[in-house]
Each structure stands twice: as structure tokens, then as C-alpha cells.
């Protein structure tokens, strides 16, 4: 009879062989897939002399080197203020709603409300945006939005341009505007600013030929608790 088991054993053989070997012509030796260069950039930047031989210097010296990328230091500083910002709008909201915006408790609840809508509609609605024009653009949008809608209607108050508070438009807009518009705003910055870290961490890698992911996404949770 046949050995079954021996013949599928030759196959999965050869066809991993032959895989190994079209790996081979299409990627450089002793380069990982997707990062070319990598290795050969260790030799050439990845002696780091005395600080490099302890850990805390080699902390240290990947923390500096990693301050160096300036597409980590835009990034970092554009989610600091985003959510720094938020952060704020939040805190103060109750205090503004209480007695500068002089909204009753029912129509604060509507508010908050309209803020979760706001956000988790804007997920998936700023997730569309940027596959069809990419994450940069679709960040700075974003936070555009999120900024002209949390300023704008404290200011058009006190400039006297706002509904009276016996309008009947004057809770809808301020629930429109400073809860749904401004949170569906600052969406956009919670589904690209990991994904662009993702991007940075892969460029510094290419660049340095290390892997620094702790460091990178310390750096973006840290800006999300940073308010």
C-alpha cells in the first residue's frame, strides 16, 4: 500500500523548500520581511558605545533617539493638545453648562447624551474619511472640527449672537454644537493617533533598526491621560 502519511510529508517538504527559495530572490539576506535594510542599519547605527551597556543608559539613549523623529514629535504634540483640550472642555463643562450656559439638569443629561453620539458615531464615520484621504488630513480635520465647535458657541454668546435662553433653539444648538458636533470632532483623533503611532514606530525602525514600541505607545497613552 501507499504511506499516506510519507507522501503529504514530501509534499509539505517541497513545498516549503520552494517557498524558502522564492523568499530568497524576492527578499535581501538577513533582512525581515516589510523592513527593508533593517539589520544592515544595526551595524552601521546601533552601537551606541559606554551609555549603550546598561540598561538604564540604553533606556535612556532610545528615549533621545526616539525624540529625535520628527514625525513622533508633531504626532505627540498634536494629541497632547487634542485631548489636553478635551480634557479641559470636560472638566469645565459642568461649570459652564451650570452658570454661564444655565441649562437645567434634564437638558445636561441631554447633552451627555448627544456627546457619546457624537463620538461613537464619529468612529466609524472618521474611520471611512480616512482610507479615502489618509490619517494626516483626517486628524487635523478632525480636531478643526472639534475646536471650531467647543469655541465658537461661548464665544457668539458673549458676543450676543446666540439664541436667548427663552428660544426655543437655544438648548437644541448648544446640545448640537457643543455635544454632538465638537465629541463627533474629536473622533477623528481616536482613530488615527494610534494607527499614525503604528506608522512612526515602523519609520524608526526602518531609520534605526530597532523596535521601540513600548516607548512610542507609552507616549500616546500618556497623552490620553495627560488631561
Known sequence: GIDVVGVRRVRT????????????????????????GIRRRVGQRGRRGGLHRSVLGALVWDNLEALRNGSFRALFLGNTLAFVGWGVA???????????WRVSPGELLAWGIATGIGIFGGLPWWHGVANRIDKKPTFMLGLAVFTVFIA????????????????????????LTTGFAAHFGIASCMVTGRSMMADVTDEDALVHGRRREGIFFGAISFTAIAP
Open 152 to 175: 465658537l458657541p461661548p464665544l457668539a454668546k458673549l458676543a450676543g449672537l446666540w439664541p436667548a435662553r427663552d428660544s426655543a433653539l437655544y438648548v437644541p444648538l448648544f446640545v
Open 13 to 36: 517538504g517541497l513545498v516549503r523548500g520552494v517557498r524558502q527559495r522564492a523568499l530568497r530572490r524576492i527578499v535581501p539576506r538577513g533582512e525581515p520581511r516589510g523592513v527593508p
Open 90 to 100: 470636560s472638566i469645565l463643562g459642568l461649570h459652564l453648562a451650570t452658570y454661564f
